[in-house]
């Protein structure tokens, strides 16, 4: 759904860009950046981990939001409204489908260094 082409990798802009939204929706679960090693929840996978540690870490980003527990409180702008009966469990995150390759450069950035 949200695969980069390879001409927006390296675009710092486009990564900038995903560095903010991370730190802004998913920094309350994990470590995000380097300069930031204290936020996020310890037993949560940093980005930083994921992107050097696993070889499908570029699958994982551009599907996270389909991965547990992300569908619980991940929408995006153009999906509809949730039931007011279903339960808020944590702050709704609303996301655009470009975030999604945003935070796919930012990793993608991450992994480079």
């Given at each position: 759904?949200?695969?980069?082409?390879?001409?927006?990798l390296?675009?710092?802009?486009?990564?900038?860009?995903g560095?903010?939204?991370s730190?802004?929706?998913?920094?309350r679960?994990?470590?995000?950046?380097p300069?930031?090693?204290m936020?996020g929840?310890?037993?949560?996978?940093?980005?930083?981990?994921?992107v050097?540690?696993?070889?499908?870490?570029?699958?994982?980003?551009?599907?996270?939001?389909?991965?547990?527990?992300?569908?619980?409180?991940?929408?995006?702008?153009?999906?509809?409204?949730?039931?007011?009966?279903?339960?808020?469990?944590?702050e709704?995150?609303?996301?655009?489908?470009?975030d999604?390759?945003?935070i796919?450069?930012?990793?993608?950035?991450?992994?480079?260094n």
């Amino acid at each position: 759904m949200a695969l980069l082409p390879a001409i927006a990798l390296g675009d710092p802009a486009l990564e900038d860009r995903g560095k903010a939204l991370s730190k802004l929706h998913c920094a309350r679960c994990h470590v995000v950046a380097p300069d930031d090693r204290m936020s996020g929840i310890s037993s949560t996978p940093s980005f930083m981990i994921m992107v050097k540690a696993l070889s499908d870490w570029r699958d994982r980003f551009e599907t996270f939001y389909a991965r547990r527990p992300h569908p619980a409180h991940i929408r995006f702008d153009t999906d509809e409204e949730r039931p007011p009966d279903q339960p808020a469990t944590i702050e709704e995150v609303m996301l655009k489908i470009d975030d999604i390759d945003a935070i796919v450069a930012y990793a993608q950035s991450l992994a480079e260094n």
